[in-house]
């Protein structure tokens, strides 16, 4: 057995889409970004994918840190380059399948959902942990051998779990060690700084079975993540290779992944460059899962009863107002973290019950079906397959997405655990808006296929969560995480109706979660009907769309009992966006910034409209990236709406805009007015 010195990567984003769609939503503060994710895999994924590295001859070599170390990426982060970094998913997933002896000697699994596992139900527990596995075999093809725990969030029974579905290792920090002792020898009280983390321990479970933890050196990774170590690939390369202690020992970095390229810039080469020097200048191995392959722990660890990495205090940060916070403001308290955990506890069983009893009467078992449904989220089996091996008997169509919405349910009560709602300061903050919009999903379904009316007890349990920067609680903070982004089968088809009005043979034929068909009727009468990929249930409308000046539209729509009109802001921002290119630029054309440039000079010669601000909004959440001649053209847009006094639109909505592209003061408006954008 020889030493190693390496590191791991823990990567992870917060979810970010629309539950309602599977659409993402952009983020202003991430300008001239769409969102977070994007400019994170600008800065730090797609970095961290290929580091070019200077040789000796004065040529450069590209370099793959990710096969030569040890890391995680959450499913969700996974979900996210799928759709919007394929060169990146592509790119990892060839590299590790090419390692030898496969992919799990680099990449560790994670739960499907960041959630804090020990605050999870005893079946929760379950199901993040089979739904985990369930992704890191859609992806790479084999079975896990180590899973990373959210937070680092442990405890015995969470190890069991974890043992029990075959996982044998996981990486935590020394912070969360109590005792140890030697073969046959008596416990030690640890400390962070006295535990010696060049060994790897393991816990002995009460069901006989063992766990290998590995614990991140405590020192080095914090001046990683919080100091400037990263700052030199030399140094730090020689800082590990000099702690190392003795001749089979480890020593590994842990820490967010971000932290190389995003956090610190540069990191990407400078973590690069520390792994080849370990190789190559040290002599030493750096990947911690071909290590712990040839290593058997001899020494045994006692974790303290519940600990994760970023709480002092056990897991309270995810229940309690314990301190430990991220993103204070003046005046902030957190004793709204209490009330939002029992409010979403009290939900999950509540509205678990009802959506269980009902899924019993169309499967042979509630709980085995829902353990397989993670191979419907990553794909390996079809919503109908996955049905047709659950079912008690031949279930009709109806009864077919009554299964599926019911399992749809489940998912999103387990994404309102997502951790990051209680890691920051303020619940009117996006992490927190998000958990809510899970739960207001997973409401709707439940009442759909139970009938059972959860939502006026759950806003009641709300009461005590209160913001105390932008000063809302309860109902009010719940209305605005939810008001502005629940989209109904209306919506979508009101969009698809509009789209096809301009865009014709070139309109989307799926949208988010949405399969859509056009049937065009007599004069401006088409019929779309739609499929949920996820629940299979479908839905027919008429829809008559009649294009007004300029970028005016109207859109009636029929569910063939009565006729409503959309509002354009209504149709969806990608959908509007797609309306506003192709009137203004032709159909088939993607040029968005051709029609923000267009927009803006016709702005200039005429009063804008309701619809013109809502066009402009749209078409600016619209790109990835927005180059400077589209920040230019949103600039002489909105200089061309603040010009004119009688001008009647909400200037309020322009604000966040405004504040993105640096001219705020135009519209004299601060900051601080709106929540959640
Ligand atoms: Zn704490």
């Not at 043992?163 to 400390?191: C, D, E, F, N």
Request: include cysteine.
């Amino acid at each position: 057995m020889s030493p190693i010195a390496g590191f791991h990567y823990h990567f992870y984003q917060p979810p970010r889409e629309d539950p309602w769609t599977g659409m993402f939503n952009h983020e202003w503060s991430a300008w001239p970004y769409h969102d977070w994710n994007e400019r994170i895999a600008a800065e730090c994924y797609r970095a961290m994918v290929a580091v070019a590295l200077p040789d000796e001859d004065g040529t450069t070599s590209l370099f793959e840190p990710l096969t030569q170390s040890s890391f995680d990426l959450g499913p969700t982060l996974h979900h996210w380059l799928d759709t919007y970094a394929p060169d990146v998913e592509h790119a990892l997933q060839r590299q590790v399948r090419d390692v030898s002896h496969g992919a799990s000697r680099v990449v560790m699994s994670a739960p499907l959902v960041h959630a804090i596992v020990p605050l999870a139900t005893p079946i929760d527990q379950e199901r993040l942990v089979q739904w985990g596995i369930d992704d890191f075999r859609a992806r790479y093809a084999e079975e896990p051998v180590g899973m990373w725990l959210p937070e680092t969030g442990v405890d015995v029974a969470t190890l069991e779990v974890l043992a029990r579905h075959g996982i044998s290792y996981t990486v935590l920090m020394p912070t969360q060690a109590h005792g140890v002792r030697a073969p046959r020898g008596t416990w030690t009280k640890v400390t962070p700084q006295s535990i010696d983390t060049s060994k790897a321990y393991f816990v002995a479970l009460p069901s006989g079975a063992r766990m290998t933890v590995v614990f991140g050196h405590y020192d080095l990774s914090q001046r990683v993540a919080f100091g400037d170590l990263i700052a030199d690939g030399n140094t730090l390369a020689d800082t590990m290779a000099n702690v190392l202690g003795h001749d089979d020992g480890v020593v590994l970095l842990v820490a967010d992944g971000e932290t190389y390229g995003h956090h610190h810039r540069f990191g990407d080469i400078g973590v690069a460059w520390a792994t080849k020097m370990l190789q190559e200048k040290h002599h030493l191995s750096t990947t911690l899962g071909e290590w712990l392959a040839t290593t058997e722990p001899t020494h045994e660890v006692q974790l303290h009863e519940v600990s994760a990495w970023s709480c002092a205090h056990g897991i309270e940060r995810w229940r309690s107002a314990c301190g430990c916070v991220t993103g204070e403001r003046e005046g902030f308290d957190l004793n709204w973290r209490a009330p939002l955990r029992a409010a979403l506890d009290w939900l999950r069983a509540n509205a678990g019950a009802a959506l269980d009893w009902e899924l019993g009467h169309h499967v042979t078992s509630s709980d085995a079906a829902l353990l397989d449904y993670g191979k419907v989220i990553t794909g390996e089996w079809s919503p109908g397959d996955f049905v047709a091996r659950h079912q008690s008997r031949d279930l009709n169509d109806d009864e077919r997405s009554r299964v599926l919405e019911i399992c749809e349910a489940h998912r999103n009560l387990m994404f309102s655990f997502t951790s990051c709602a209680w890691f920051f300061a303020d619940p009117a903050e996006i992490e927190t808006s998000i958990v809510l919009r899970y739960a207001a999903l997973a409401l709707e379904l439940t009442r759909r296929t139970t009938g059972r009316d959860f939502e006026s007890p759950f806003i009641e349990r709300l009461e005590l969560v209160r913001s105390a920067f932008y000063d809302v609680e309860g109902e009010t903070l719940w209305r605005r995480a939810c008001a502005d982004f629940r989209t109904d089968e209306v919506q979508i088809a009101a969009g698809a109706a509009a789209e096809y009005a301009a865009c014709g043979d070139f309109a989307r034929t799926s949208r988010g979660t949405w399969a859509i068909e056009y049937r065009p009727g007599d004069g401006a009468e088409v019929r779309i009907n739609l499929t949920n990929a996820l629940t299979l249930r479908k839905f027919t409308f008429l829809t008559h769309i009649s294009q007004g000046d300029n970028l005016s539209l109207h859109v009636d729509i029929s569910d063939t009992t009565m006729w409503r009109k959309v509002e354009l802001e209504r149709l969806g921002a990608d959908a509007v966006a797609r309306v506003a290119v192709a009137r203004l630029m032709g159909r088939g054309s993607s040029d968005v910034e051709g029609a923000l440039s267009l927009l803006a000079s016709d702005l200039l010669r005429r009063d804008a409209t309701r619809d013109d601000e809502v066009t402009l909004l749209a078409l600016a959440s619209t790109p990835r990236y927005v180059t400077p001649v589209g920040e230019a053209a949103i600039r002489r847009a909105l200089f061309a709406i603040a010009a004119r006094d009688d001008v009647a639109t909400d200037r309020s909505r322009l604000v966040a805009l405004a504040t993105a592209v640096g001219v705020a003061d135009t519209f004299n408006l601060s900051e601080a007015s709106g929540v959640n954008h």
